[in-house]
C-alpha cells in the first residue's frame, strides 16, 4: 500500500515507518521538520534499505498536500504531524489549535479532493483527563486539562463527525500511552532539543553526563512508591501497533474506532530509574521536588480492544525500553563527536 506518513520524520513516525517499509509498503514521508531533522529520512534508507520520499512541507498547506496525495497515488494516510509540548500548549493555545486542528482540516481537505479515505490518527490517552476508574478503557469519558489535549479532542470530534457524514471512510483513534524507547539500530530515536520535558529522555541525559542528577516531581502520590505511575510502551510495539490498525481498518465495518495502545501495567518514576540503571549500568542521581503543576498520580490502559480488534498487544518489556533508550543515547553521542 502507498502510505503518507505527516510527521513521517518524527519520533513515531519514523519509527513507524521502519516497520511499514519492513512489511513491503511503501511509504512516503511529509514534515515540515519544526521538530526533526531531514537526516532522519537517509538513516531510514540505512535501515530499511529503502529510499523513503521525504517532502518538506507544513500540513497547514492544502496545495501541497493534495499534489503530494496524487503524485505518490497515496491509499492510506497516518497523521502524527503536531505540536506535542503541554507547557507551550497552555502559554500558546492559538498556535497549538492552528497546527494541530486547522492543519488536520486542511489535511482532511487534501484527502477528500483526492478520495483517499483511510486514515490513523495520532490521538493521546491525555484526552481521558482526571481518571474515574482505572485501568483507561476506551468508554472512559473524555475530559482533557489542557490546550494540547483539548487539540487532541477537537480532531477526534472532527473525525467523528466526518465518520457520520461519509460512512466510506476508515478512521482509526490511537491512543497512545507513553511512547519510549528506540529502534535497535541506534540511527533513530527520541532527541528532543534542550532540555527534556519527558521522563525518559531526562533519565537517559542523566545517565550520559549530560544533566547532573534527575528531579522527581513529588514522592508523596497516593502510588505504591509515592511517585508517579505511567503506561510506557516501546516505540517498536507502537510502531507495530500503527501498522496492526491499518490492516485492520480494511477489515472492518465501522468508518471510525478508538483504541488504546499501551501495556496496560503501570510503572512508578523509582521503578523506570531503577530499570535505567539497571541497563545502563550508569548512575542517576536524583533529587526529589514538589509536584510538577498537573500531573495526575497513575494512569494506565486497559490494553483489551487493541488486542481483541486489532490482533496487537505490546510484547517489549521495560528492560527493553531502557536498554534500546540507551544504545540510542550512546550512538547519538558518538555521532556528536
Ligand atoms: P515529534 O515532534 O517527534 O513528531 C511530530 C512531527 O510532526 C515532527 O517531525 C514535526 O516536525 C512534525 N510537524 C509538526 N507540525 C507540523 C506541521 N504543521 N506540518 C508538518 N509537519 C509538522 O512527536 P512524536 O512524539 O513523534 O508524536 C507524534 C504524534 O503523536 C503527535 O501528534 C503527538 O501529539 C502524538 N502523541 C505523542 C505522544 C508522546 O509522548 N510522544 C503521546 C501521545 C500522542
Ligand atoms: N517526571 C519526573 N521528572 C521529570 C519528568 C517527569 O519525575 O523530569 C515524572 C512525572 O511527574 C510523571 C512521570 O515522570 O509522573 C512521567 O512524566 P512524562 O513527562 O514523561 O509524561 P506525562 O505522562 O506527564 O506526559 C506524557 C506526554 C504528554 C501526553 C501524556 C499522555 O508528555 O504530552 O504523556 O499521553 F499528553
Request: charged share 20%; with cysteine.
Amino acid at each position: 500500500m502507498n502510505i503518507l506518513l505527516t510527521g513521517g520524520t518524527g519520533y513515531i513516525g519514523s519509527h513507524t515507518a521502519a516497520v511499514l517499509a519492513a512489511a513491503n509498503h511503501q511509504v512516503v514521508l511529509y514534515d515540515n521538520l519544526c521538530n526533526s531533522q531531514a537526516s532522519v529520512a537517509d538513516r531510514l534508507q540505512t535501515i530499511t534499505g529503502k529510499t523513503l520520499p521525504l517532502v518538506i512541507g507544513d500540513i497547514r498547506n492544502t496545495l501541497l498536500l493534495t499534489d503530494t496525495l496524487k503524485t505518490h497515488q497515496i491509499e492510506a494516510v497516518i497523521h502524527f504531524a503536531g505540536l506535542k509540548a503541554v507547557g507551550d500548549s497552555v502559554r500558546d493555545p492559538v498556535t497549538y489549535f492552528d497546527n494541530n486542528v486547522a492543519g488536520t482540516l486542511s489535511l482532511l481537505q487534501a484527502m477528500q479532493a483526492t478520495a483517499v479515505k483511510t486514515l490513523v490518527f495520532s490521538s493521546s490517552a491525555t484526552v481521558y483527563g482526571e481518571p474515574q476508574y482505572l485501568p483507561y478503557d476506551e468508554k472512559h469519558p473524555t475530559r482533557a486539562m489542557n490546550p494540547y489535549g483539548r487539540s487532541k479532542l477537537h480532531i477526534e470530534e472532527i473525525l467523528a463527525d466526518l465518520a457520520t457524514a461519509h460512512a466510506d471512510w476508515r478512521i482509526a483513534c490511537l491512543r497512545y500511552f507513553n511512547p519510549v524507547g528506540a529502534h535497535e539500530s541506534g540511527l533513530i530515536g527520541e532527541d528532543p532539543e534542550g532540555i527534556p520535558n519527558n521522563l525518559m529522555p531526562f533519565v537517559a541525559r542523566v545517565a550520559s553526563g549530560a544533566l547532573p542528577r534527575l528531579t522527581i516531581f513529588g514522592n508523596d502520590y497516593e502510588t505504591p512508591d509515592g511517585t508517579g505511575v505511567r503506561d510506557y510502551v516501546h516505540v517498536m510495539d507502537l510502531a507495530e501497533g500503527h501498522l496492526a490498525a491499518l490492516e485492520s481498518l480494511g477489515k472492518g465495518s465501522a468508518p471510525i474506532r478508538y483504541t488504546n495502545l499501551g501495556t496496560g501495567i503501570g510503572v512508578s518514576v523509582l521503578e523506570l530509574v531503577q530499570a535505567f540503571k539497571d541497563a545502563s549500568g550508569q548512575d542517576i542521581p536524583s533529587v526529589v521536588s514538589d509536584r510538577r503543576p498537573g500531573d495526575l498520580p497513575a494512569y494506565y490502559a486497559d490494553a483489551t480492544k487493541a488486542k481483541q480488534e486489532l490482533g496487537w498487544s505490546a510484547t517489549r518489556t521495560l528492560a527493553d525500553m531502557c536498554q534500546s533508550t540507551w544504545h540510542f543515547q550512546v550512538c547519538a553521542k558518538q555521532r556528536a563527536n
